[in-house]
């Protein structure tokens, strides 16, 4: 079983550097360690150059971003997630992995504590329980508990933990909904993990050392702590136990003594304090009912027309029910002419950049084929399945194969088009290198973006542009990225936010073959 390990990290050189170096060291070597930068202003990049690591930077100081990108180019069968300023005990590795033991196991995570301590270091407490939630949305973790056996938890410490990776694809990864501190992030993502029907396992023997012992916290940081509490606690906890929100609420405000003790955490009371909780309570109200359905469900827009009837005049209204109706006509349109719903961006984006002959390789019920045959372009589909190839011949020629060892000789084809294929196998670059044989001119693909949650379950990735820019790398492309529907943020843009209410948003992108490259 691989391993890859993700770090996110802001400006923690030296820490960072620790980490890795106790990683370096440890028994049984990680398969890759994926470092993703939040454009840090210290010396942090100059480590590339030092360890063997896949260095990755984003733009913005997002942790849950920075994981999800980790996530989306991890190629372990575990991904294991630490903080930058963790040191690993030589054996974490090895334990952490000897616990996948089982398919039932989806998770596995280990024991945090202060850099510095002895292995015997634990401070106990009246709420003993390690790694449970209550109904009252009361987090337990004690993380620190030195037990003799692994146990089965509820959800697993954010410094320390792993999972499966093609779990973690099933949910979406990390919900970006988790703003400022980011606080809970990480047990919201294992309780949809045991939601699959999976286990979550506390392996105490999984030691690391963190850098942490307690901090004082700002009145912002208090703000973002009520806010991401209130939205863990609506999205997770309030469905199934609606009766206990006046519990939750009181020990929002008034934790158990004991639990903010082992935190660490102290806050110094002033006047702005109780209103600040106060709106971190109702925004974290808020994020939850704007985001309780999936943002590509038609129910979600039912959201959205409550919105438009207190913030739009009737108008404004009018035009946005006008275009919900546009939209199902035209979706049923396409049904009724192609076989099935096709994205009219992404068909443009084929028909104008493929050449005259096309491979489409994947090509499903032959939606495109149709639509590119239709259109002038000489057209041969590709289907693994033979029931889907029978549908798709009554659009144009199809041949039954496979796209990683398809039955075509070397530049048989201007363009070879891969819509949606490539987040279904295992080996993407191979079908890319196989395609490159086969093509004069170009290689056209859309993929599912690292952003999207909740997708089709045989999903072995998803995509981010640095992904696809490291396989046209590796495989010596030159590579060109269109954005394709970025994900609803704001009621406004109208056309692109509902059309992104419906298609799933991913990435666009032409490979072509540099001059001079032998395709062989």
Same mark, same amino acid.
């Given at each position: 079983?691989?391993?890859?390990?993700?770090?996110?990290?802001?400006?923690?050189?030296?820490?960072?550097?620790?980490?890795?170096?106790?990683?370096?060291?440890?028994?049984?070597?990680?398969?890759?360690?994926?470092?993703?930068?939040?454009?840090?202003?210290?010396?942090?990049?100059?480590?590339?150059?030092?360890?063997?690591?896949?260095?990755?930077?984003?733009?913005?100081?997002?942790?849950?971003?920075?994981?999800?990108?980790?996530?989306?180019?991890?190629?372990?069968?575990?991904?294991?997630?630490?903080?930058?300023?963790?040191?690993?005990?030589?054996?974490?590795?090895?334990?952490?992995?000897?616990?996948?033991?089982?398919?039932?196991?989806?998770?596995?995570?280990?024991?945090?504590?202060?850099?510095?301590?002895?292995?015997?270091?634990?401070?106990?407490?009246?709420?003993?329980?390690?790694?449970?939630?209550?109904?009252?949305?009361?987090?337990?973790?004690?993380?620190?508990?030195?037990?003799?056996?692994?146990?089965?938890?509820?959800?697993?410490?954010?410094?320390?933990?792993?999972?499966?990776?093609?779990?973690? %694809? *099933?949910?979406? $990864?990390?919900? #970006?909904? @988790? =703003?400022?501190?980011?606080?809970?992030?990480?047990?919201?993502?294992?309780? !949809?993990?045991?939601?699959?029907?999976?286990?979550?396992?506390?392996?105490?023997?999984?030691?690391?050392?963190?850098?942490?012992?307690?901090?004082?916290?700002?009145?912002?940081?208090?703000?973002?702590?009520?806010?991401?509490?209130?939205?863990?606690?609506?999205?997770?906890?309030?469905?199934?136990?609606?009766?206990?929100?006046?519990?939750?609420?009181?020990?929002?405000?008034?934790?158990?003594?004991?639990?903010?003790?082992?935190?660490?955490?102290?806050?110094?009371?002033?006047?702005?304090?109780?209103? %600040? *909780?106060?709106? $971190?309570?109702? #925004?974290? @109200? =808020?994020?939850?009912?704007?985001?309780?359905?999936?943002?590509?469900?038609? !129910?979600?827009?039912?959201?959205?027309?409550?919105?438009?009837?207190?913030?739009?005049?009737?108008?404004?209204?009018?035009?946005?029910?006008?275009?919900?109706?546009?939209?199902?006509?035209?979706?049923?349109?396409?049904?009724?002419?192609?076989?099935?719903?096709?994205?009219?961006?992404?068909?443009?984006?084929?028909?104008?950049?493929?050449?005259?002959?096309?491979?489409?390789?994947?090509?499903?019920?032959?939606?495109?084929?149709?639509?590119?045959?239709?259109?002038?372009?000489?057209?041969?589909?590709?289907?693994?399945?033979?029931?889907?190839?029978?549908?798709? =011949?009554?659009?144009?020629?199809?041949?039954?194969?496979?796209?990683?060892?398809?039955?075509?000789?070397?530049?048989?084809?201007?363009?070879?088009?891969?819509?949606?294929?490539?987040?279904?196998?295992?080996?993407?670059?191979?079908?890319?290198?196989?395609?490159?044989?086969?093509?004069?001119?170009?290689?056209?693909?859309?993929?599912?973006?690292?952003?999207?949650?909740?997708?089709?379950?045989?999903?072995?990735?998803?995509?981010?542009?640095?992904?696809?820019?490291?396989?046209?790398?590796?495989?010596?492309?030159?590579?060109?990225?269109?954005?394709?529907?970025?994900?609803?943020?704001?009621?406004?843009?109208?056309?692109?936010?509902?059309?992104?209410?419906?298609?799933?948003?991913?990435?666009?992108?032409?490979?072509?073959?540099?001059?001079?490259?032998?395709?062989?």
């Amino acid at each position: 079983m691989k391993a890859s390990i993700v770090i996110p990290t802001y400006n923690r050189c030296k820490d960072l550097e620790d980490c890795i170096t106790s990683l370096l060291n440890m028994e049984v070597k990680p398969y890759e360690i994926i470092v993703v930068d939040s454009c840090s202003s210290d010396d942090t990049a100059k480590l590339q150059h030092k360890y063997p690591i896949r260095y990755l930077r984003i733009k913005e100081r997002c942790r849950q971003r920075a994981r999800n990108l980790g996530i989306s180019v991890a190629r372990g069968d575990v991904i294991a997630f630490l903080d930058d300023d963790v040191v690993v005990d030589k054996c974490w590795l090895k334990h952490l992995l000897e616990t996948y033991n089982h398919d039932s196991v989806g998770g596995v995570g280990g024991r945090v504590i202060p850099y510095g301590e002895g292995r015997d270091y634990y401070v106990p407490i009246k709420h003993y329980e390690v790694g449970v939630v209550k109904k009252d949305g009361l987090v337990l973790g004690n993380f620190d508990t030195p037990l003799p056996e692994p146990i089965e938890v509820d959800h697993l410490v954010g410094c320390n933990m792993s999972f499966r990776r093609e779990l973690l %694809l *099933a949910v979406g $990864g990390f919900d #970006e909904n @988790f =703003k400022g501190n980011c606080f809970r992030d990480d047990t919201d993502l294992c309780l !949809r993990i045991k939601r699959l029907g999976y286990k979550l396992v506390y392996q105490p023997k999984a030691l690391v050392w963190h850098k942490f012992r307690g901090k004082k916290v700002s009145n912002e940081w208090v703000y973002w702590y009520v806010r991401n509490n209130t939205y863990f606690y609506m999205k997770n906890v309030f469905p199934n136990a609606k009766l206990y929100l006046p519990v939750f609420l009181i020990r929002q405000f008034f934790p158990p003594k004991d639990y903010v003790q082992k935190s660490g955490i102290k806050a110094d009371f002033n006047i702005a304090l109780p209103w %600040l *909780a106060i709106m $971190g309570t109702i #925004e974290g @109200f =808020k994020t939850y009912f704007q985001n309780k359905s999936p943002k590509h469900d038609y !129910r979600t827009r039912q959201f959205f027309y409550w919105k438009a009837k207190k913030q739009l005049s009737l108008p404004m209204l009018y035009t946005l029910q006008q275009t919900h109706s546009l939209e199902i006509k035209l979706r049923q349109k396409f049904i009724l002419r192609y076989g099935e719903h096709i994205c009219w961006i992404k068909a443009r984006f084929f028909l104008d950049r493929s050449g005259a002959t096309v491979l489409d390789a994947g090509c499903g019920r032959g939606a495109y084929l149709k639509f590119l045959r239709e259109r002038g372009k000489e057209v041969v589909g590709l289907e693994l399945r033979p029931e889907l190839a029978k549908i798709a =011949k009554k659009s144009g020629q199809v041949v039954v194969g496979d796209v990683l060892n398809p039955p075509f000789r070397s530049s048989s084809f201007d363009t070879i088009l891969m819509g949606d294929v490539l987040e279904h196998l295992e080996d993407d670059a191979a079908a890319l290198r196989r395609a490159m044989q086969i093509a004069k001119k170009n290689i056209l693909v859309s993929v599912p973006r690292v952003e999207l949650r909740g997708h089709d379950p045989d999903h072995k990735r998803l995509y981010s542009i640095e992904r696809l820019r490291d396989l046209a790398r590796n495989l010596r492309l030159e590579c060109e990225i269109v954005k394709w529907f970025p994900s609803p943020r704001k009621f406004l843009e109208l056309p692109a936010k509902i059309i992104a209410l419906v298609y799933p948003s991913g990435f666009l992108a032409e490979f072509r073959m540099r001059e001079g490259i032998d395709k062989k």
